[in-house]
Each structure stands twice: as C-alpha cells, then as structure tokens.
C-alpha cells in the first residue's frame, strides 16, 4: 500500500505557466481533497471529491481546476500560474467522511 | 461559518514534561468531529487523535489526550512525557458530519532536553 502519492515533489513555475500536480491513492478511498498551506498558516480547502465524476469547491478554488475520472486518481490543475499561488499543496484521501484523511508528502509550488 | 483557533503560535516543553495545546471553534452543530494533526519538519500531516462530539469521553493515545469541552468549545491536546520527537507545528481541525474539515493556524511546539 502505498497510500497517497503526489508528484512533483517540487516545481518551480513562471508566471503565466500551467501544470498538473498529480495525486493518486491505492486504498479505495471514494473521498478526495486537495489543500494549500501557505507558510505559517493552516490547511485551506480548494477542491474536493466524493466520488469518480464527481467534485466540488473548497475556500479558496479560484485559480484551480480539478477532475475525478476514477476513484485513484485526483489531479489539481493551474492554468495561469500567478505569485499567489506559491504554497505547498497537500492531496488527501479518506474512506467515509467521519474516518481520518490520510494526507500525501505534500507538493512546494514556487511560481515567480 | 465554522472557525478554529489556535491562540498559541509557539510552545515549548521540557522532554519528559508535559504541554497542553488550545483548540476553540466555533460552531452551531451538534454533531461534528474534532482533529489534531502532527506535522513535522517532513510536511507530513500525521493524525494524533480524533474526537467525535457525540462522545463524552475524552480520546487517548497512549501519551496524547484530549480536554473536550463540547459547552465551552474547547479541545485542548495534552502531550505527557514529551520526547525529543514530538516536535512539531500541531494543527486543531473540525469536520462537521458531512462536511469538509477547517484548519487552525498551528501551534509550533519545541521540545527541549
């Protein structure tokens, strides 16, 4: 088992950019969520899943897109990559919405 | 809107002594779960406990409990006998039933020998 997996570890982005941060799981987990945490402060909510085809948006979407065509998988897309969105991002997963979210190693995004 | 916060940026400890870490929130629910997540230098977010708001019961594991105050909304995390590897920034995190879970701001804990 090899949890949540995420890729890149890290990315260095211009201005403008686009790219795909990969999250993908092995556990069957039907819940999935991506989260950015800015330095010094807690995890914020971009996106979530409650299911293949199925996704939803979090606190703070804008700038993001997401897409869930199968249970495993969970990529977070930027298409203009801009400063702001300089931050580590984090995947997670669970199985039923009371159980624990198991959090992937986490992604540092610098876009500059 | 639910909110958690975390009113101690940093902490300290003495190994083997014990800390406690604050956790207010601010909800309207009555059914809802409560967090405290690990997270050390790696940036791995580590579960250390779970609480559910229906259970009077405060959570153990092992040398981590909680002080649930469901009135006050409080949840405070209690780390005994701290070791060298318990340093970490520790976040509080709420989840209603059928909801996302809200972060605190952290709380940095060292722990010295």
């Known amino acids: 088992n090899a949890g949540v997996t995420q890729t890149p570890k890290f990315r260095i982005l211009k201005i403008g950019q686009s790219m795909t941060l990969q999250c993908a799981q092995d556990?069957?987990?039907?819940?999935m969520y991506w989260y950015r945490q800015d330095p010094g402060m807690g995890l914020k909510l971009i996106y979530y899943?409650?299911?293949?085809?199925?996704?939803d948006k979090g606190e703070v979407p804008n700038g993001y897109n997401v897409s869930r065509s199968t249970t495993e998988d969970f990529p977070l897309r930027l298409e203009l990559a801009a400063p702001s969105q300089t931050s580590v991002y984090f995947c997670a997963s669970t199985r039923e919405i009371a159980y624990e979210q198991y959090f992937g190693p986490g992604t540092r995004l610098t876009v500059t | 809107a639910q909110t958690v916060t975390q009113s101690q940026p940093e902490m300290s400890v003495q190994e083997a002594e014990t800390v406690t870490l604050s956790c207010t929130y601010d909800t309207s629910e009555s059914d809802y779960y409560l967090f405290w997540y690990k997270q050390p230098p790696s940036r791995q977010m580590i579960l250390v406990i779970r609480?559910?708001?229906?259970?009077?019961q405060n959570a153990t594991e092992n040398r981590f409990s909680v002080n649930f105050q469901k009135a006050a909304k409080s949840f405070s995390l209690k780390i005994s006998d701290s070791q060298l590897g318990d340093a970490a920034m520790y976040f509080c995190?709420?989840?209603?039933?059928?909801?996302?879970?809200?972060f605190g701001t952290g709380t940095r804990l060292q722990v010295f020998p």
């Open positions: 899943s409650v299911g293949a085809g199925i996704t």
């Open positions: 609480q559910e708001a229906y259970k009077q």
């Open positions: 995190a709420y989840r209603r039933s059928t909801d996302k879970l809200i």
């Open positions: 556990m069957n987990h039907n819940y």
